[in-house]
């Protein structure tokens, strides 16, 4: 069984960056989709963005540019790097993984993190 566990998050200033990890465990990670999805009070879960098994990457519009996301195979880790952050930012960030998943299809990411605060202040 999948299990992911999220950390790195924290308060920052608009501007800011911050780098969150995802440690994933319970099955071959090569073998799976990767992705980042957050959630704001008061609002639906979006998806930030994914990387998948050919370490292909997309983002979302509204942190393209600004976001990275990157593994690493070895540790069994995924990464969002975050830049310039914005007050719109902060939400609860969740990572989540699923074999051949895509973003833009939510219910194909089987396994989900509980989750890492991140707020960002003007």
């Known amino acids: 069984q999948v299990q992911l566990v999220e950390s790195g998050g924290g308060s920052v200033q608009a501007g800011g960056s911050l780098k969150l990890a995802c440690v994933f465990s319970?099955?071959?990670?090569?073998?799976?989709?990767m992705a980042w999805f957050r959630q704001a009070p008061g609002k639906q879960r979006e998806g930030v963005g994914d990387?998948?098994?050919?370490?292909?990457?997309s983002y979302a519009d509204s942190v393209k540019g600004r976001f990275t996301i990157s593994r690493d195979i070895g540790k069994a880790t995924m990464y969002l790097q975050m830049t310039s952050l914005k007050p719109e930012d902060t939400a609860m960030y969740y990572c989540a993984a699923g074999r051949g998943a895509v973003l833009s299809v939510p219910h194909l990411w089987t396994a989900w993190g509980q989750g890492t605060q991140v707020t960002v202040s003007s």
């Open positions: 990387i998948r098994v050919s370490g292909a990457s």
């Open positions: 319970g099955a071959s990670f090569s073998g799976y989709s």
